[in-house]
């Protein structure tokens, strides 16, 4: 019996162990296939020494943030192409009008027209119908009010790590004051009965709806990070409990189950 069973043991074996090799041979192609379609993702990006000082909250917070003033930066170049009167008031050409609103939105120091003021305050601005209605750039007045809002909304800081956080109420208002906004570029008009700024286009080619449709974007991120940063809070007791609890009766609960 003996000479009968060694033979298909060491033959169980060798095949048990071809298996394996398959197996594990196809593991890794898989592996390598996703490792592949990872690098050659648009959004990919390499890691950065920076990203150790960040949780996961803080990084999704900082990509939400980067793709909003992406967004608002598409916004700002389609109104120009809409309101080319507005570029004209104190730059050459669109794109530097666009380079001169965000490097004032950067370095923090506000746009000459709109007299230190930020945030809802230079949004506001922008849609100032008067007497005497405003005198600048009605874009760039909407850009650095929407991209400072942001940045409060972010803790106010252009890039979180572990000490900061998202504020939850101001990221809801900001999302809200978006929606406004978008309001106000479709309705709000001048002394002569004209739209102050042209957002929507209407041509034979169809309609443009860019700005619509960006706007929107920003204010799904928006709510998306007021409701991730009211769970946090909410969370952090319940994890603390769950913690407490699973460490103090863990043991008996396991016990029990047995």
Request: glycine share 8%; net charge positive.
């Amino acid at each position: 019996m003996r000479d009968s069973l060694f033979p298909r043991a060491r033959e169980h074996r060798s095949s048990t162990l071809r298996r394996t090799r398959i197996a594990v041979m196809a593991a890794l192609a898989l592996g390598l296939v996703g490792c592949a379609a990872n690098r050659s993702t648009e959004r990919a990006e390499n890691y950065d020494g920076r990203e150790w000082r960040q949780s996961g909250a803080n990084r999704i917070a900082n990509l939400a943030l980067r793709d909003n003033l992406q967004s608002i930066r598409r916004v700002q170049l389609s109104l120009y192409r809409r309101n080319p009167r507005e570029w004209r008031k104190w730059a050459a050409s669109p794109e530097d009008a666009t380079e001169r609103t965000w490097n004032a939105v950067m370095q923090g120091t506000p746009l000459a027209a709109l007299r230190g003021t930020s945030g809802i305050d230079a949004v506001r601005l922008a849609f100032d119908a008067g007497p005497p209605p405003y005198a600048g750039d009605r874009v760039a007045a909407l850009v650095y009010g929407w991209a400072t809002m942001l940045k409060q909304a972010n803790g106010d800081t252009w890039e979180q790590t572990m000490i900061d956080g998202v504020n939850a109420e101001n990221s809801y208002r900001a999302a809200r004051n978006m929606e406004i906004s978008l309001w106000l570029i479709g309705s709000r008009t001048g002394p002569d009965g004209q739209p102050l700024l042209l957002a929507t286009e209407v041509s034979e080619r169809g309609r443009n709806l860019l700005v619509d449709r960006e706007l929107s974007k920003v204010v799904a991120r928006l709510d998306l990070l007021a409701a991730q940063a009211d769970e946090k809070y909410r969370r952090a007791a319940l994890d603390f409990a769950q913690g407490w609890l699973m460490g103090s009766l863990g043991p008996f609960l396991s016990m029990a189950k047995q």
